[in-house]
């Protein structure tokens, strides 16, 4: 027996084969912000910069599971946590003589609780530091390394990821991260090249609006003083720059050296002057009310990729 099926039967079921929604693909899978965090080869980090610390010892072997992973201080999850919980940070636990005041004491390992628990069990029952570590970890096997590293940034002054000292017992101003967009925008943000390379700046392009996000242990961003900016196409080349104001205004979030952060100073730059191909660095100039001297971002010292995100290339 034969069947046939009506061309009309045939007609619906192409029609509802060719219907059926395309199968979903996400435009964004893979995709990372170009501007979430300062990433850098650890073969590039300082061994004795709090960044090198922080990649090799307190990030892989200490902000382990229910340890310094945010449960409790010192947070060693980020570079900035780290920094922050550690310098001028007035200890918890101590030994039985209170011997120590802070868990880094800028220039002064000896009498740093954080380089004395590496090293001894401070009051018999604590343990010497770390008490674990995790698979992967290389602690054991060039820990001495990793002392003298420690020791060294203490004894260096404790300067935090852009190479400034705390001043006076107090931490620095820092700066959180740098966003650029067309004048008048908040909305279609300049990509960077590569991750966190020189901002791309169109040709034709001559001025740009830049934001800058700061962060400061006693003073809020908007309460700076100084706010000043300078530009040169020498990468350490800023002496003798004239300075430009920034202008402290409604605040914008966005991502940042950090994470997403709140962006509360802003300028638009002129460009004008400088020809095709230049790289032009950025630092920027603020100083808080206890402090006596005006903390400049990045410095001669901050690390190359440092100055690369804190830089504009005109096409």
């Known amino acids: 027996m034969r069947y046939f099926i009506p061309a009309s039967l045939v007609a619906l079921l192409i029609g509802f084969a060719a219907c059926q929604p395309e199968p979903y693909v996400n435009p964004f899978e ?5 501007q979430d965090s300062l990433i850098a080869p650890i073969e590039q980090l300082e061994p004795n910069s709090i960044e090198g610390i922080h990649a090799r010892v307190f990030r892989p072997t200490c902000a382990n599971s229910g ?34 005041t802070y868990r880094v004491k800028p220039g002064n390992s000896a009498a740093s609780v954080l380089w004395n628990r590496l090293n001894q069990d401070i009051d018999g029952q604590s343990g010497i530091m770390p008490l674990q570590t995790d698979p992967g970890s290389d602690w054991e096997e060039k820990k001495a390394d990793y002392l003298a590293n420690i020791k060294a940034w203490i004894d260096g002054g404790a300067k935090d990821v852009f190479g400034n000292p705390p001043q006076n017992g107090e ?42 996000s700061f ?15 300078k530009l040169s196409i020498e ?13 402290i ?46 903390t400049e971002i990045p410095t001669n010292g901050s690390a190359n990729y440092t100055k690369a995100y804190f830089s504009m290339e005109r096409k």
Request: charged share 15%.
């Open 30 to 34: 893979g995709n990372q912000d170009p």
């Open 215 to 229: 962060s400061d242990d006693n003073t809020a961003a908007s309460d700076l003083l100084h706010n000043k900016l």
């Open 171 to 212: 931490l620095a101003p820092s700066l959180q991260g740098m966003l650029a967009f067309p004048v008048g925008n908040t909305t279609n943000r300049l990509s960077r090249d590569g991750a966190n390379g020189p901002v791309k700046v169109a040709a034709g392009t001559n001025q740009v609006d830049l934001w800058f």
């Open 67 to 100: 340890c310094h992973d945010g449960t409790f201080e010192p947070d060693f999850r980020t570079v900035e946590a780290a920094y922050n919980t550690l310098v001028w940070h007035p200890v918890i636990k101590n030994d039985p003589a209170g011997s120590y």
């Open 235 to 247: 990468v350490d080349g800023f002496e003798g720059q004239g300075e430009q104001a920034l202008q």
């Open 249 to 294: 205004v409604n605040p914008i979030n966005g991502p940042g050296l950090f994470g997403t952060t709140s962006y509360t100073h802003k300028i638009t730059v002129d460009l004008s002057s400088f020809a095709s191909g230049n790289l032009v660095y950025v630092r920027v100039y603020v100083k808080e009310n206890a402090q006596a001297s005006i």
